[in-house]
């Protein structure tokens, strides 16, 4: 009778185990569609700056600093910026949004193949044929 109920904890154990490992596939499917994508990709990061220029008469030394949109990424441990002409500014925008699904995507996929190796060795040690889990008390 012990051996029955160890057996059926064991085999209910392995059930939830294989639910899981498919739950973690699906995720994993998921992650992947976003980096299999076709959509180009720009790296680094669309933004709005207000700076002075340091011509000392400009109006943007009493405060209405010069603002432009500009992309900045990280090349060779430097940061890069370059300024983004008015119609080039949606494409890039959608771009570097698209670069940073991806990057998502590619760490969610890192943290995805830790939990379902994790998961297939759980299964490992519960399937029957496991020395240890034949052995009884």
């Known amino acids: 009778m012990y051996i029955y109920m160890q057996d059926t904890k064991r085999q209910e154990r392995l059930s939830r185990l294989r639910a899981a490992l498919l739950a973690l596939l699906e995720r994993l499917r ?8 076709r959509t180009p990709l720009v ?3 669309v933004y709005e700056i ?3 220029c340091g011509t000392p008469n400009c109006s943007c030394t009493r405060g209405q600093l010069h603002r432009n949109m500009v992309l900045t990424w990280s090349e060779q441990g430097r940061h890069r910026m370059r300024s983004i002409p008015p119609a080039q500014l949606a494409d890039l925008r959608k771009k570097s949004e698209e670069y940073l699904r991806f990057r998502r995507a590619r760490a969610e996929v890192a943290v995805l193949h830790k939990k379902i190796l994790k998961v297939l060795d ?3 040690e519960l399937r029957p044929g496991n020395p240890e889990m034949d052995r009884g008390p």
């Open 50 to 52: 207000a700076r002075r």
């Open 122 to 124: 759980q299964i490992q």
């Open 43 to 45: 790296k680094g990061t």
């Open 30 to 37: 998921e992650a992947l569609e976003v980096a299999l994508a």
